[in-house]
């Protein structure tokens, strides 16, 4: 059974840092094009990073800098590091896992990706 399950969210102040995991089963998400996505209030669910099985990595404009993704192969998660977080940093994240080795060229889509988490919140305080 394809799972994915999220961990890590939390509430920070503004300039802190936080750590997302993502623990997948069922497949090896080293094998596949993964990504996280964030989704606040009354917002359509955004793109935030992407990572292929080359660990060739992309990100949004808005978190370029501040955000890094990565896979743990050992442990079979896909993780993000948040700094210099900031108050529009505030929504909830989903990691998604696409049934591909490469992801989709330009920005990736929500329906590009066929696994999805149920999602952590993440609050930053100004």
């Known amino acids: 059974q394809v799972q994915l399950v999220e961990s890590g969210g939390g509430s920070v102040q503004a300039g802190g840092s936080l750590g997302l995991s993502c623990a997948a089963s069922?497949?090896?998400?080293?094998?596949?094009?993964a990504g996280w996505f964030r989704q606040a209030p009354g917002k359509e669910r955004e793109w935030v990073a992407a990572?292929?099985?080359?660990?060739?990595?992309k990100y949004t404009d808005s978190v370029k800098g501040r955000f890094t993704i990565a896979k743990d192969n050992g442990k079979n998660t896909l993780d993000l590091r948040m700094d210099s977080m900031k108050p529009e940093d505030t929504a909830v994240y989903y990691c998604?896992?696409?049934?591909?080795?490469?992801?989709?060229?330009?920005?990736?889509?929500?329906?590009?990706?066929?696994?999805w988490g149920q999602g952590t919140q993440v609050t930053v305080s100004s």
């Open positions: 998604a896992a696409r049934p591909s080795l490469r992801c989709a060229p330009g920005p990736p889509r929500p329906g590009d990706f066929t696994y």
């Open positions: 069922g497949f090896t998400i080293s094998n596949f094009c």
């Open positions: 990572i292929d099985i080359e660990r060739r990595a």
